[in-house]
């Protein structure tokens, strides 16, 4: 329930449960996967591509941990990790491992 868990599902999370009933396989470029952030030296990106502000990890933090009116980005990756296994769905730019 949103209004308990504080969070609303992002439009990435629709995109996926669409392309899942619709296509055969979905092949995601430039995702970063649930443990991205907190890999020693990875790279900084703006979290918008065309405007400047925080970057990408420390949106993704603020949203997982956000009281309210929050994204839980962090969350849906391990979800969508977890969906890779059942349907044909690569990762790349960078690579998933999906065991």
Not at 29 to 39: A, L, S, V
Not at 83 to 93: E, G, P, S, V
């Amino acid at each position: 329930h949103r209004v308990q868990s504080g969070s609303y599902l992002s439009t990435g999370w629709f995109t996926f449960i669409l392309a899942m009933d619709a296509c055969y396989g979905i092949h995601v470029y430039g995702m970063i996967n649930d443990t991205y952030c907190k890999t020693e030296g990875y790279r900084k990106v703006p979290y918008h591509y065309y405007e400047q502000g925080r970057d990408e990890c420390d949106e993704y933090f603020l949203h997982e941990h956000a009281p309210y009116g929050g994204h839980r980005f962090i969350t849906e990756k391990k979800v969508f990790a977890k969906w890779a296994k059942k349907h044909r769905i690569i990762f790349t730019h960078p690579n998933w491992t999906v065991s």
